[in-house]
């Protein structure tokens, strides 16, 4: 996995116009892709289980009050318990932790990878990302084969650091201009 984001033209001699559909969802899905994304791990738990998730469909709402969504695939078998939580929360990785988000992409359980603590709210917490975000579920929307999950940020805390990017389908690091 490369550690700086590599160049994407977005004039190259393979662009293409089309109009979504089921037949080309692939070309749909890479031009997304040309939109870089910071890296998420949503955490949650049921009952004493730890479940993590990576995630990185995650954006501000409103700052007062302050309100994050996030989208998780009605498809996974964590559906469920992420969309349902009531309490979970949101870590920005740092760009040091591809591994970690791999890792959790793969596997919900294993928290065997990372240090963390329970919250107050019998929530799974990381340490070591750049940010934090404890959420307290608002409301929950259709979103085609995702859900939208509003959540009220009860706590945040900015550790500071680099944070993961996800861009053309590889991890990175934001290289800004000197």
């Known amino acids: 996995m490369s550690t700086n984001m590599h160049h994407i033209n977005a004039h190259s001699s393979s662009s293409i116009e089309f109009v979504p559909n089921a037949d080309n969802s692939r070309d749909l899905r890479n031009a ?16 004493d289980t730890p479940y993590g998730i990576t995630v990185n469909s995650f954006a501000s709402v409103s700052l007062n009050p302050a309100l994050v969504l996030w989208s998780p695939a009605k498809a996974s078998e964590r559906f469920i318990t992420f969309e349902s939580a009531n309490h979970y ?17 793969r596997s919900s359980r294993d928290f065997d990878h990372c240090e963390w603590s329970w919250s107050d709210n019998g929530v799974p917490l990381i340490d070591g990302t750049v940010a ?18 509003v959540g009220r940020v009860t706590r945040a805390a900015n550790f500071g650091g680099d944070p993961l990017m996800f861009v053309g389908g590889q991890f990175g690091r934001f290289v800004g201009a000197h």
């Open 32 to 47: 997304l892709g040309c939109f870089g994304t910071g890296v998420t791990i949503v955490t949650a738990a049921d009952g």
């Open 89 to 105: 929360a949101i870590h920005v990785l740092d760009h040091a932790q591809s591994e970690l988000a791999s890792q959790f992409a």
């Open 132 to 149: 934090r975000f404890e959420c307290e579920r608002v409301s929950s929307h259709d979103g085609g084969d995702h859900a939208i999950v």
